[in-house]
C-alpha cells in the first residue's frame, strides 16, 4: 500500500518552506551562519537514498559507505564491502521506498510510529524473515545528516569476522546478458520494461471487455454514456491502473536495486500523467454530459458556469501535476514556493489586472448580464457572444471582426441585452399633409386602431395611436405599440406588415403622406403697383 500511496501523494512529501523578510517580525536580525552542504547529499531521507543508489550504479562502494552508520573502526574497505551486500540484499528480495515517497524534509517524517530521528526507507526479506531499513538523523556542523542504520546493517548476512568481508568486482568481459547499463544489467531492465508492457496491454484489454459489451448490447452506442466513458478514459485508465500493479510486482522481481528504483521512481511519472490525462477526460465527459442537459432546458446560464468550472478545474489539475512531475525529476519545488512567498507582494501587484479579470469573471457568471448567444450592446461594441472565457469575453460583430473584452472591463461596462427582451418597440410617427381636414384625420385615427387592435402580434395593453400635433411640414400623428416576437428578424417582419397596412389606411381615407415643404409669399412693394 506504500507503493499506491506514493503515487496518489507525491505531492504530500514536498516538504513546507517558510521565509522571513529582514526587519519585519523581529527588532534584531542576526547574521545567518554560513551553511555548509554536505558533499554527499545526505540531508534528507529521499537525497541520501538517491545519491546511495547513484554510488552503488557506478560500483563506487567506498562512497557509498558513507551513507552508512559504522564504527570509525571498520576499515574503508571493509566499509564498502558492507555498502556491497546491502545492495545484494536488496537485489536478492529488498526494497527501497519509491522516490515519491521518501521524506524530503531533513526532518523526516514525524508522525509516524518511529522515534523523530528515525525513518523507514525500506525493507529487507532475508531467510530469517522481514527487517525494516532504518535511516537515522544525526545533528553535524553542516545541519542534520541521515545514514542506514547499524541494526539494519546488524541484520545483513555477514562473515564472523567483518575483516573478511571484501568487495566483489564485476567481470571484466560480461556476457550479453551480464551486460551492464546504468549500474544494472541488461537482463534486469529488460524484465521489468517487459512486466510493465505486459501489465499495460493485459489492463487494456481487461478495460475493452465492457467497452465492447456496452456497444454491442446498445441500440445507440454513441449515446450511450457508459460506452462512451469507457472509449474515451479506457487508455488512461488502462495507463494509471498498470502503474500501480507495476510498483507492487517489482518488488517480487530478483533484478537489480538500481534498475527497479530507476523504473518505479520514473512510473511515478507515467503514473501522474496518466492521472491527469484520466481526470482531464473525466471532467469533459461530465461537463459535456451537463452542458447537453443545460442546453435541452434551455438553461443558458448555467452553461457557462459549467465551462467555467471545467477550465478552472483543468488549469488547477495541470499546477498540481506540473509540481508533482518536477518533485519526481528532483527538482526543488520548495524553493519556488518560498520565492512565491518572499516575492508575494510583487507577485501581486504584477497580477493585479489578472485577479480583476478573474473576479470580473465571476461576477459575469454568477451575474448573467448576457450568455453566450445573446445579441448585445457593451459600450459602443454591439455583436453576438461568441464565449465568456475566464480572462475576456469575444463578441462577434455585424461586420464579421471579433471583438474581444477583458472581463474586469466587460463587468464594469454598461451592458445591453437585446436577446433577452421580451417584446419590440413600434414607434413610427407619420405626417399627414396640411390639406386633410379634421374629419380626414379623425378617420385614418380610427382606421389605424382597428387595424392595431385586429393584429394578433400587437400586445394591446399599451398600444395607441394619437394626433400629436402640428409639424412644420405636416400633421403628425403618432404610433406607439409593442410587437410579440421571438426574434429581432420576426419583429421585422411583423413592423413591415403594419407598415404597408398603415399606407393602405391613409391613401384609403384621401390623405397623404406629407414631406417637408416649404411656402414662400412674395409680397409685392408699392412702387412695383400698377398706376
Aim: proline residues 5%; negative net charge; glycine residues 6%.
Amino acid at each position: 500500500m506504500a507503493t499506491i500511496t506514493a503515487l496518489l501523494c507525491a505531492v504530500g512529501n514536498i516538504s513546507p518552506a517558510s521565509a522571513q523578510i529582514p526587519g519585519l517580525g523581529s527588532e534584531e536580525t542576526e547574521k545567518p551562519s554560513e551553511i555548509v552542504e554536505d558533499p554527499y547529499n545526505r540531508e534528507t531521507p529521499r537525497s541520501m537514498t538517491t545519491a546511495y543508489i547513484g554510488a552503488v550504479a557506478s560500483d563506487d562502494f567506498k562512497r557509498a559507505a558513507q551513507y552508512l552508520t559504522l564504527d570509525e573502526e571498520v576499515e574503508p574497505d571493509q566499509a564498502a564491502a558492507l555498502a556491497q551486500r546491502l545492495q545484494k540484499a536488496l537485489d536478492d528480495g529488498g526494497s527501497l521506498l519509491p522516490f515519491a515517497a521518501l521524506s524530503n524534509d531533513p526532518k523526516g517524517i514525524l508522525d509516524d510510529s518511529l522515534d523523530p530521528e528515525q525513518e523507514q526507507i525500506g525493507t529487507l526479506t532475508l531467510a530469517s524473515g522481514e527487517f525494516p531499513i532504518i535511516a537515522v538523523r544525526t545533528d553535524a556542523d553542516s545541519g542534520p545528516l541521515w545514514r542506514i542504520s547499524a541494526e539494519t546493517l546488524d541484520a545483513l548476512p555477514l562473515p564472523e569476522d567483518i575483516a573478511d568481508a571484501q568487495v566483489i568486482a564485476p567481470p571484466t568481459e560480461p556476457d550479453f546478458v551480464e551486460q551492464r547499463i546504468a549500474g544494472a544489467p541488461l537482463i534486469d531492465w529488460a524484465k521489468l520494461l517487459l512486466l510493465a508492457g505486459f501489465l499495460f496491454l493485459s489492463v487494456r484489454l481487461v478495460l475493452l471487455v465492457p467497452t465492447f459489451a456496452a456497444k454491442f448490447f446498445s441500440r445507440d452506442p454513441e449515446n450511450n454514456q457508459f460506452y462512451r466513458f469507457m472509449q474515451a478514459a479506457g487508455a488512461p485508465l488502462a495507463m494509471y491502473v498498470a502503474v500501480i500493479f507495476f510498483f507492487q510486482l517489482a518488488e517480487t522481481l530478483d533484478v537489480s536495486i538500481v534498475a527497479r528504483q530507476a523504473l518505479t521512481r520514473y512510473a511515478g511519472i507515467v503514473g501522474w500523467i496518466a492521472f491527469v490525462w484520466f481526470l482531464w477526460r473525466l471532467i469533459s465527459f461530465i461537463s459535456g454530459f451537463w452542458t447537453a442537459r443545460m442546453d435541452y432546458r434551455g438553461r443558458a446560464r448555467a452553461k457557462s458556469l459549467i465551462v467555467f468550472v471545467r477550465r478552472t478545474l483543468k488549469i488547477l489539475l495541470l499546477l498540481v501535476a506540473g509540481i508533482a512531475v518536477l518533485d519526481t525529476l528532483g527538482l526543488d519545488v520548495t524553493t519556488g514556493i518560498a520565492a512565491l512567498g518572499i516575492g508575494g507582494i510583487a507577485i501581486a501587484l504584477g497580477a493585479q489586472k489578472t485577479v480583476e479579470n478573474l473576479v470580473g469573471s465571476i461576477s459575469v457568471i454568477l451575474d448573467q448580464p448576457i450568455r453566450v448567444g445573446d445579441f448585445c450592446k457593451v459600450g459602443d461594441v454591439s455583436g453576438t457572444v461568441l464565449d465568456i472565457g475566464m480572462r475576456s469575453t469575444r463578441i462577434r460583430t455585424n461586420d464579421r471582426t471579433i471583438v474581444t473584452i477583458p472581463n474586469g472591463d466587460f463587468s464594469s461596462r454598461q451592458i445591453e441585452n437585446y436577446t433577452v427582451r421580451d417584446s419590440f418597440l413600434f414607434d413610427p410617427v407619420i405626417g399627414l399633409t396640411y390639406d386633410a381636414d379634421a374629419a380626414m384625420v379623425q378617420n385614418v385615427l380610427t382606421a389605424i386602431r382597428k387595424l392595431l387592435a385586429d393584429d394578433p402580434d400587437l400586445i394591446d395593453d399599451d398600444a395607441r395611436v394619437r394626433f400629436a400635433g402640428f409639424g412644420n411640414s405636416s400633421l403628425d400623428i403618432e404610433i406607439f405599440a409593442h410587437v410579440r416576437a421571438d426574434s429581432y428578424p420576426h419583429s421585422l417582419e411583423i413592423q413591415e406588415r403594419l407598415m404597408l397596412g398603415i399606407m393602405g389606411v391613409v391613401t384609403g381615407n384621401g390623405a397623404d403622406f406629407a414631406f417637408p415643404t416649404r411656402t414662400v409669399h412674395i409680397v409685392p412693394n408699392e412702387t412695383d403697383k400698377p398706376a
